[in-house]
């Protein structure tokens, strides 16, 4: 048993759906989770700036004493690829990719993300060293980050789901049967994707599968928290919107528990 907090970071509120597969899966762990609500989104950006945010992101986790650092987002996954950190880590990406290998019947796999996150090639290139039969598809999906963090999340939200409409036609084209949610931010709006992508759809949330890694990786060295559990929130802007939009995604009133931070500092 390690009391250590659990380290999550994102570059907004994306993450939150990562926290709460990991408040159910880990339901004994302190978790401290950093939102840059005021940079985000990374997705745009080129990979040293988001290397440069992500290393500022993990210096302010290590500075609350983590045992492990849940790299909740994607597009800071792929930047810190190689980069070996003072606690373990686990990233967003690798473990989606067994998962959509079993899923997949038709061997055809999509996945959406941020620009940075497709431009990478990384998925692309893990999926295919996983298994070189399968025929992949990656589509970078921008107006998602900002629509989500300003709360066009309902899965009836016309604007969303037009957006959705442009930017799925072609996954649905390609015939995936299995469709990979490359952005922590895509779960919370995962009913109106389902819905677009229509029936027979396998999606595979990123979060979720680094919250099993996570899982995983603490019981395998016995250092899962067995406490009451609980988690603390840090933002780098307002802290009254995020505690807005963290409800919605998490259920519960957070405002309490959010305080803001100067990331430039760390
Ligand atoms: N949520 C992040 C991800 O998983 C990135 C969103 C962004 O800031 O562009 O890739």
């Known amino acids: 048993m390690d009391s250590r907090p659990v380290g999550v970071f994102d570059s907004g509120l994306g993450g939150l759906t990562t926290v709460r597969e990991l408040r159910t899966l880990l339901p004994g762990e302190r978790i401290v989770y950093f939102g840059d609500t005021g940079r985000v989104p990374y997705g745009t950006r080129s990979r040293e ?119 799925l036609t072609p996954v649905r084209e390609f015939g995936a049967d299995t469709l990979i949610l490359g952005c922590t931010h895509y779960p919370v709006i995962e009913a109106l994707i389902a819905s677009v992508m229509g029936e027979g759809v396998f999606l595979i949330n990123s979060g979720r599968e680094a919250a099993r890694a996570a899982r995983e990786l603490l019981l395998s060295r016995d250092a899962a928290g067995t406490g009451p559990g609980d988690c603390r929130y840090y933002v780098s802007d307002s802290t009254a919107d995020f505690a807005e939009n963290a409800r919605a995604i998490l259920g519960r009133d957070v405002s309490g528990q959010v305080e803001r931070v100067n990331i430039e500092s760390y």
Not at 100 to 110: D, L, Q, Y
């Open 49 to 167: 700036t988001i290397r440069r945010y992500a290393m500022q992101d993990v210096s302010f986790l290590l500075s609350k004493g983590v045992k492990l650092i849940v790299i909740a987002c994607n597009t800071a996954s792929v930047a810190l690829d190689g980069e070996t950190l003072p606690v373990p880590s686990v990233g967003a990406l690798l473990p989606a990719v067994p998962a959509a290998c079993r899923a997949t019947v038709n061997k055809r796999v999509a996945v959406i993300g941020t620009p940075a996150t497709v431009r990478s090639g990384a998925y692309e290139k893990a999926l295919l060293q996983a298994d070189p039969s399968l025929s992949v598809l990656t589509v970078a999906c921008p107006l998602f980050v900002p629509l989500v963090e300003n709360g066009f999340t309902a899965p009836d939200d016309p604007v969303t789901r037009l957006v959705a409409e442009k930017y």
